[in-house]
């Protein structure tokens, strides 16, 4: 995709192709009033109304269908657009895509229409990457705190932010043009402003970890001895019979993964028992060698074990794998036995499952979900890191009461990190970047 692209229609489906109720086409540029009148046998049709009529190849009907026609620049794209909206099945919708592409538009690459709404200027980059990320989203929690960012919550912040930056700047500016006519600001100014900036980029900045973690969700792996009811737990949290439970010690040998949603999505994850007596078999002894993996790789570690036998040494041997590790000590077995330590639960039972998730959620992610005010992606953190660097050393410089030019080159590249964020300053690169993770026809 190139941002130099003369702006020519393009069309997709809107709806995923499959068996469904109704099936969307959308056709945006200049031509889709054009292409529409050539297929839709119903002449008088009129923008932001329900025009029923037939789409017809020559002669030959292909389905009765609703067009809905949108002028510019008041569609999603800010271009023409027309939907249409046929009977939803895959040969359907694909004979009046074709029948679009026949006549004069292109298939639109992925995010295309998307692109156009951020390049026709209808909603800024942070809009438009929400648009991506409530596709996406693996928890409704997630897709709220995104449809807070398409309402524009962060493009407001970040441009309450920019417009204290711009102010500041147009006075230092001022007084290095005009010497004789305006005053240069107090230093004192200037660091009581650039504190107040760093400390509203903060704010946004501080959802950065729950953000990350609301994406891509968290890795929570199941790591103890042989049999203490490891995969028992895995199946108790996921409400479903996934890992085979026997009573024999070694059961579990491959890692199995399973999403689990506790409001942010989780990776749950169930190992093979770690042990490193002499008789352990080879397969169990990758079983064991997967595990530490998993271990490692884990963003939390529930350690299970068995409430009815007490910690024993090998136990112990476990828990000092995952000394560094942020963990919870779990007593499993607890309906056979009152536990010395840890969280109490029955596997088996289901006793203290709730709870336990309860605890997860919390430890996953150190915030509730309702308070994540700003949700950032990598992308836009790394603006943010930018523009607070540069505030950094201006604030450094007005403190030691440095040249106002030389002050003036950190706010200005401060300022131009925003503008990147925000999409005003925006490279090809960035574009593609961003809308490779669209589906087709958004
Ligand atoms: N009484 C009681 N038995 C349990 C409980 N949880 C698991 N068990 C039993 O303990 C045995 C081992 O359970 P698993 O879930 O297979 O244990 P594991 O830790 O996955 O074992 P490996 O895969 O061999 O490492 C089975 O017979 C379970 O029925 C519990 O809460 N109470
Ligand atoms: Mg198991």
């Known amino acids: 995709m190139n941002i130099l692209d003369e702006f020519d229609t393009i069309a997709a489906p809107a709806t995923p192709m499959g068996a469904g109720g109704v099936g969307i086409i959308r056709i945006s540029g200049d031509k889709a009033f054009e292409i529409i009148e050539k297929i839709f046998s119903n002449p008088n049709f009129e923008p932001k109304k329900f025009n029923l009529g037939w789409i017809k190849d020559g002669d030959n009907k292909i389905d009765e269908v609703v067009v809905l026609p949108f002028f510019a620049p008041n ?3 800010g ?3 027309i939907e249409i909206q046929c009977h939803g099945g895959v040969n359907v919708v694909k004979n009046i895509l074709n029948l679009v592409l026949k006549n004069g538009a292109r298939m639109a690459e992925k995010g295309e229409f998307t692109k156009r709404a951020f390049l026709n200027k209808r ?3 942070s809009q438009a990457e929400s648009v991506a990320d409530i596709i996406h989203a693996k928890t409704r929690d997630f897709a709220k705190a995104s449809m807070k960012n398409l309402a524009g919550v962060l493009k407001e912040k970040i441009n309450t932010i920019r417009n204290e930056i711009f102010e500041v700047l147009s006075k230092i500016t001022a007084g290095i043009d005009f010497p004789e006519d305006v005053k240069e600001p107090e230093y004192e100014y200037l660091t009581e402003r650039f504190e107040s900036i760093i400390s509203q980029i903060d704010t946004v900045l501080a959802g950065a970890k729950t953000s990350n973690i609301f994406r891509e969700g968290a890795s929570v792996a199941i790591i103890g001895k042989p049999n203490v009811g490891k995969s028992s737990l895995f199946n108790a949290l996921l409400s479903l019979d996934r890992a085979i439970v026997t009573d024999i010690a070694g059961t579990t040998r491959d890692v199995l993964r399973e999403t689990l949603d ?3 999505p989780v990776t749950l994850v169930d190992t093979a028992g770690i042990r490193e007596d002499g008789d352990v078999s080879t397969v169990e002894k990758i079983g064991i060698e997967y595990s530490k993996q998993s271990l490692e790789e884990a963003d939390l570690v529930l350690f299970v074990y068995d409430a009815s036998k007490g910690l024993d040494n090998e136990d112990k041997e476990v828990l000092k794998l995952l000394e560094d590790k942020n963990h919870i000590i779990i007593a499993n077995k607890s309906d056979l036995a009152e536990p010395e330590a840890g969280v109490k639960i029955s596997a088996l039972k289901g006793d203290g499952i709730s709870e336990l ?4 959620t919390r430890k996953v992610c150190e915030i509730e979900p309702e308070n994540l005010e700003f949700v950032t992606n990598t992308r836009q953190q790394e ?4 523009a607070r660097n540069a505030m950094e ?4 410089a007005a403190k030691i009461n440095e040249l106002q030019d030389l002050i003036s080159i950190d706010v200005k590249s401060a300022l131009l990190a925003l503008d990147e964020l925000t999409g005003e300053l925006v490279t090809d690169n960035i574009l593609d970047n961003i809308f490779e993770n669209f589906c087709i026809g958004k």
Request: aromatic share 4%; proline share 0%; charged share 25%.
């Open 75 to 77: 569609s999603y794209t």
């Open 79 to 81: 271009e023409n657009v």
């Open 123 to 125: 909603m800024d980059l």
């Open 262 to 264: 506790l409001g942010i």
């Open 357 to 360: 998730k309860d605890l997860l």
């Open 383 to 386: 603006c943010l890191k930018k």
């Open 393 to 396: 050393q201006a604030l450094l």
